[in-house]
């Protein structure tokens, strides 16, 4: 799957079930953040490539469509023992090219394994509706149908995870499949691919192409590519939306997020304080669904934030490919880095208190890693950036309110909308958030209400644009189309030659 050249690995792209060159010109590096070594090349393809893999996807589809789902569905069972098998080597893959800690990947990897075994019930939930006698002697039926050439495209924060949420649906629901990972980090999908493969996919039902924005413009026009699925930061899934369907495609697109924490008086604040420090710098920061605003109500501020920064000020960061005992690794690249510090040099500028500051943070024997400590910004106002924008690094901003009332009118003038969460002993306060809160994914007193994988991903505002959501009953959904079949079969009419048919004559 990767030719080395000079020890540098360059990834090649799954076209037809054989890994191949790609036409590209240009090549990003892939990066171990621990450590900033180079770790591979990783083509930037364009049209060239995607037209390869789409037609050998499009011919695969012809024949996998045939394929009884039970026997799809037989497949990824196989799919799902390799990983099981290798789902340590899969962990540790995540943790050389993302970063995260080996306990974090582990997690990852079995959410992702946790959607094959959704798909591996394909053959239940793909099932049809009828109905007799819709009119006398008529009956109607559906039955779903899958859709062709599907594509993904997905962010850097969960190599394995976020492709698996696309790909063992699409393709036990019949479709074929193109996948261009984040060039951040190709690699962990290239080494599942290998499983798919020995689970006796058939060739070039499931294809992988490389590059950045000219490969996802070519996924998003190829005339044969029937839907995408999307997975990155709000600005590129507007994009992706808008190309997408403006080119007749079925799109599902997944965007950023600014998850608001509440913290009310009466929560439990040691539970809390774990929690919340779990959900802002678990995976440093870098998860959709992360605690990135904690709003603590009345008193709660003055309870909560002094414990939390002696906590949170403890975390071990460190290298996370050498050292399985790290509670925080790196974020993913030196450009993230610089981003992310930036942001918080803008927090402090427009008032924000660094309470807890992971700027100078420096880690022995890991001069070039892109690490930073946990940061805590308080006393922000609503209007400040980092409280508006999504930092998607280890800083969690501050705004104390004073009501409830307030907390959830912060929300309303939130333009995300993925998760939310409220921390409480009140259940009526609970009830409230709940209903109200402008968010798609509720937790009460859990901190990263991520749903499993039977049920959807429910982002709100412009974390999601699309119908059908990915992950649970909407992902088979977004993923076959429904034909309806109306039958009417009529006794023979009085007169005819059958009306004396011995055979109909009790009917008639
Ligand atoms: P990104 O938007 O930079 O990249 C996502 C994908 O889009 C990548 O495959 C990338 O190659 C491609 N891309 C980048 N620039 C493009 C352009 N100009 N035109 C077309 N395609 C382009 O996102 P990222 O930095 O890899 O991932 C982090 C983001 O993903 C965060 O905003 C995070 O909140 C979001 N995310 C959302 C969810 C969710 O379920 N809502 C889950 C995980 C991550």
Redesign the pocket.
């Known amino acids: 799957m990767v030719v080395t050249q000079d020890k540098v690995t360059t990834c090649k792209l799954l076209i037809n079930g054989a890994w191949v060159e790609s036409k590209a010109t240009e090549f990003g590096e892939v990066n171990n953040p621990s450590s900033g070594d180079v770790i591979a090349k990783v083509p930037m393809g364009g049209s060239d490539d995607v037209d390869r893999a789409v037609q050998a996807a499009h011919k695969a589809f012809l024949e996998w469509r045939e394929v009884p789902v039970v026997e799809r569905a037989r497949v990824m069972f196989k799919f799902k023992n390799l990983l099981d098998i290798h789902y340590e080597d899969i962990a540790k893959s995540v943790v050389r090219e993302h970063g995260k800690t080996i306990a974090e990947a582990r997690a990852s990897v079995m959410r992702g394994i946790e959607v094959v075994e959704f798909a591996c019930g394909v053959p239940s939930l793909i099932m049809g509706e009828s109905m007799e006698n819709i009119a006398r002697n008529v009956d109607i039926e559906t039955v779903r149908h899958p859709l062709g050439v599907c594509a993904g ?6 190599p394995a995870m ?1 492709p698996l949420w696309m790909y063992p649906v699409a393709i036990t629901c019949g479709n074929s499949f193109v996948l ?1 990972p ?3 980090v190709p690699l962990t999908s290239m080494m599942i691919a290998e499983y798919l493969k020995e689970a006796g996919l058939p060739d070039g039902v499931f294809n992988i192409v490389h590059g ?2 000219d490969c ?2 070519a996924l998003l026009t190829h005339p044969l590519i029937k839907a995408i699925s999307f ?4 600005a ?1 899934a507007k ?1 992706v939306y808008e190309t997408g369907t403006k080119h007749g495609k079925r799109v599902q697109s ?4 600014k998850n608001h924490i509440i913290i009310m008086p009466d929560a439990d604040m040691d539970q809390t304080v774990q929690a919340l420090q779990a959900s802002a710098f678990g995976c440093a920061g870098e998860r ?1 669904m992360a605690g990135s605003l904690a709003i603590p109500v009345g008193e709660a501020g003055d309870m909560l934030i002094p414990q939390l920064v002696e906590s949170a000020g403890k975390m071990k960061v460190g290298r996370t490919d050498v050292d399985d005992s790290i509670d925080m690794g790196p974020v993913v690249s030196r450009e993230h880095l610089a981003k992310v510090t930036s942001l918080i040099d803008k927090g402090v500028k427009e008032g924000g208190d660094p309470v807890l500051d992971g700027r100078k943070l420096k880690v022995k024997d890991a001069p070039n890693g892109y690490f930073l400590g946990p940061t805590i910004l308080d006393k922000l106002k609503a209007d400040n950036t980092v409280v508006r924008e ?1 930092i ?1 690094g280890p800083v969690l901003s501050c705004v104390r309110v004073d009501t409830i009332e307030d907390a959830i009118k912060l929300g309303e003038n939130c333009e995300y909308g ?1 998760g939310a969460v409220i921390y409480t002993s009140s259940g009526r306060a609970a009830r409230e958030f709940k209903h109200r809160f402008n968010a798609g994914m509720i937790g009460i007193n859990v901190g990263v209400p991520a749903p499993m994988a039977w049920f959807p ?1 429910t ?1 709100w505002n412009n ?1 999601f644009f699309g119908d059908l959501h990915i992950q649970g009953k909407e992902s088979v959904h977004f993923y076959t189309q429904q034909k309806m079949t109306m039958t009417r079969w009529v006794a023979p009419s009085k007169g005819s030659a059958k009306f004396h048919d011995p055979i109909w004559k009790a009917k008639s």
């Open positions: 495209i997905t962010p850097f924060n969960f976020v261009k984040s060039e951040k950045g924005k996802v413009n997975v990155g930061s709000t590129i994009h997944a965007g950023g997020a959709c999504e998607f993925n991903f982002g974390s």
